[in-house]
């Protein structure tokens, strides 16, 4: 494969449906439009289990490659920020995330609302740093100036 940078996940989609190239790694949310239309079909999903918005898709794993990477979206305030408005934020986030109305608006875009606290948060974090740096190394990959 040969990577073709895009501006977005968008624009990559795009690209695939017009034949311009023939494949595209992309987001569940901004293709899930496309998936539910069938102008794009799915091959699996790098997520450790399958989707439940797309439970015909088998995963990386089923498919034949040993490979899983859950995209998340976190919430970060600057580091001096007061415990108590940390804890206050972090109260309304989890309870926000965990609303039948959230999940279920953000169930059909194959995003799947969690909720953590920022302890939980925070293992994650590290967890995928280490991995992704780790990744980085033995790939000799480099950030292109």
Request: proline share 7%; glycine share 8%; no cysteine.
């Amino acid at each position: 494969m040969q990577e073709i940078p895009y501006k977005g996940t968008n624009d990559s989609v795009m690209a695939v449906i017009s034949g311009q190239v023939t494949a595209a790694i992309a987001d569940a949310g901004p293709v899930s439009g496309q998936l539910k239309a069938g102008t794009v079909r799915a091959l699996a999903v790098a997520a450790p289990r399958r989707m439940a918005v797309f439970p015909d898709v088998p995963t990386m794993k089923e498919a034949g490659a040993d490979v899983e990477a859950v995209i998340w979206s976190g919430i970060f305030v600057p580091k001096a920020t007061p415990p108590e408005i940390v804890r206050k934020l972090e109260g309304e986030f989890m309870r926000i995330a965990r609303l039948p109305d959230v999940i279920a608006r953000l169930k059909p875009l194959g995003i799947e609302s969690v909720g953590n606290s920022s302890d939980e948060f925070g293992r994650i974090l590290a967890a995928d740093i280490a991995r992704w740096t780790a990744v980085a190394r033995a790939g000799n990959i480099k950030l292109e100036q």
